[in-house]
Protein backbone atom coordinates (compact mmCIF):
# COMPACT_ATOMS: atom_id res chain seq x y z
CA UNK A 1 0.00 0.00 0.00
CA UNK A 2 1.24 3.48 -0.94
CA UNK A 3 1.98 5.84 2.04
CA UNK A 4 2.75 9.40 1.60
CA UNK A 5 3.65 11.80 4.55
CA UNK A 6 3.94 15.06 4.37
CA UNK A 7 5.65 17.81 7.10
CA UNK A 8 7.95 20.60 7.66
CA UNK A 9 5.13 23.34 7.05
CA UNK A 10 4.44 26.05 9.92
CA UNK A 11 4.82 29.77 10.49
CA UNK A 12 7.13 31.70 8.93
CA UNK A 13 7.02 35.48 7.77
CA UNK A 14 7.27 37.02 4.13
CA UNK A 15 10.67 36.35 2.71
CA UNK A 16 11.15 33.41 4.67
CA UNK A 17 12.11 29.89 3.71
CA UNK A 18 10.57 26.59 4.69
CA UNK A 19 11.38 22.58 3.64
CA UNK A 20 8.81 20.83 2.97
CA UNK A 21 9.36 16.88 3.21
CA UNK A 22 7.18 14.13 1.85
CA UNK A 23 7.94 10.35 2.99
CA UNK A 24 6.82 7.94 0.58
CA UNK A 25 6.43 4.35 0.99
CA UNK A 26 5.10 0.87 -0.17
CA UNK A 27 6.04 1.69 -3.69
CA UNK A 28 7.09 -1.02 -6.01
CA UNK A 29 9.28 0.42 -8.19
CA UNK A 30 11.82 3.29 -7.34
CA UNK A 31 10.70 5.21 -10.73
CA UNK A 32 7.87 6.50 -8.88
CA UNK A 33 6.62 10.47 -9.43
CA UNK A 34 5.44 12.58 -6.66
CA UNK A 35 4.11 16.06 -6.86
CA UNK A 36 3.19 18.68 -4.59
CA UNK A 37 -0.10 20.50 -4.52
CA UNK A 38 -1.71 23.39 -2.49
CA UNK A 39 -4.97 24.43 -1.28
CA UNK A 40 -5.56 27.83 0.33
CA UNK A 41 -8.77 28.71 2.17
CA UNK A 42 -11.41 28.86 -0.22
CA UNK A 43 -9.48 28.18 -3.29
CA UNK A 44 -9.47 25.24 -5.49
CA UNK A 45 -6.67 22.79 -5.14
CA UNK A 46 -3.74 23.83 -7.15
CA UNK A 47 -0.33 22.37 -8.42
CA UNK A 48 3.28 23.27 -7.29
CA UNK A 49 5.51 20.82 -8.54
CA UNK A 50 6.48 17.37 -9.34
CA UNK A 51 9.23 15.26 -9.93
CA UNK A 52 9.74 12.34 -11.83
CA UNK A 53 12.20 10.15 -10.40
CA UNK A 54 12.78 7.81 -13.92
CA UNK A 55 14.82 10.50 -15.39
CA UNK A 56 14.77 13.49 -12.90
CA UNK A 57 12.53 15.85 -15.23
CA UNK A 58 10.67 18.46 -12.78
CA UNK A 59 7.82 20.73 -13.46
CA UNK A 60 7.34 23.94 -11.57
CA UNK A 61 3.97 26.32 -11.22
CA UNK A 62 4.05 29.98 -12.71
CA UNK A 63 3.57 31.35 -9.59
CA UNK A 64 6.71 29.33 -7.66
CA UNK A 65 9.40 29.32 -10.41
CA UNK A 66 12.63 30.44 -9.26
CA UNK A 67 11.08 30.58 -5.52
CA UNK A 68 10.55 26.74 -5.02
CA UNK A 69 12.77 23.86 -5.79
CA UNK A 70 11.97 20.22 -5.89
CA UNK A 71 14.33 17.47 -4.90
CA UNK A 72 14.58 13.55 -3.93
CA UNK A 73 16.96 11.71 -1.45
CA UNK A 74 16.72 8.17 -2.91
CA UNK A 75 18.30 6.62 0.17
CA UNK A 76 15.41 8.25 2.64
CA UNK A 77 12.06 7.79 -0.23
CA UNK A 78 11.79 11.10 0.67
CA UNK A 79 11.49 14.45 -1.80
CA UNK A 80 11.95 17.58 -0.68
CA UNK A 81 10.20 20.81 -1.54
CA UNK A 82 12.32 23.94 -0.59
CA UNK A 83 10.22 27.30 -0.71
CA UNK A 84 12.38 30.48 -0.58
CA UNK A 85 11.05 33.76 -0.56
CA UNK A 86 7.96 33.28 0.59
CA UNK A 87 4.89 35.39 0.21
CA UNK A 88 1.43 35.65 1.90
CA UNK A 89 -0.30 34.19 -1.26
CA UNK A 90 1.89 31.16 -0.42
CA UNK A 91 -0.41 30.36 2.70
CA UNK A 92 -2.34 26.75 2.23
CA UNK A 93 -2.26 23.69 3.46
CA UNK A 94 0.46 21.48 1.09
CA UNK A 95 0.12 18.01 -0.32
CA UNK A 96 2.04 15.54 -2.04
CA UNK A 97 0.69 12.97 -4.11
CA UNK A 98 1.21 9.92 -6.43
CA UNK A 99 0.57 8.92 -9.58
CA UNK A 100 -0.26 4.67 -9.95
CA UNK A 101 1.90 4.65 -12.62
CA UNK A 102 5.86 4.24 -12.36
CA UNK A 103 8.61 5.03 -15.07
CA UNK A 104 6.79 8.21 -16.32
CA UNK A 105 9.48 10.20 -17.95
CA UNK A 106 7.52 13.43 -17.56
CA UNK A 107 5.56 14.53 -14.67
CA UNK A 108 2.90 17.17 -14.32
CA UNK A 109 1.31 19.55 -11.92
CA UNK A 110 -2.35 18.39 -12.80
CA UNK A 111 -4.17 17.11 -9.88
CA UNK A 112 -6.24 14.40 -12.17
CA UNK A 113 -3.15 12.63 -12.91
CA UNK A 114 -2.43 11.49 -9.26
CA UNK A 115 -4.13 9.05 -7.23
CA UNK A 116 -2.55 8.60 -4.13
CA UNK A 117 -2.70 11.30 -1.57
CA UNK A 118 -0.98 12.08 1.57
CA UNK A 119 -2.20 14.25 4.49
CA UNK A 120 -1.81 17.99 4.49
CA UNK A 121 0.78 20.39 6.42
CA UNK A 122 -0.10 23.96 6.44
CA UNK A 123 2.20 26.97 5.71
CA UNK A 124 0.90 29.99 6.95
CA UNK A 125 3.39 33.18 5.34
CA UNK A 126 2.90 36.26 7.44
CA UNK A 127 2.85 39.39 5.92
Known amino acids: EVQLQASGGGLVQAGGSLRLSCAAS????????IGWFRQAPGKEREGVSC????????SYADSVKGRFTISSDNAKNTVYLQMNSLKPEDTAVYYC????????????????????WGQGTLVTVSS
Open 97 to 116: AAPASYGLEYCTVFQYDYDY
Open 26 to 33: GFTSADYT
Open 51 to 58: ISKRDGDT
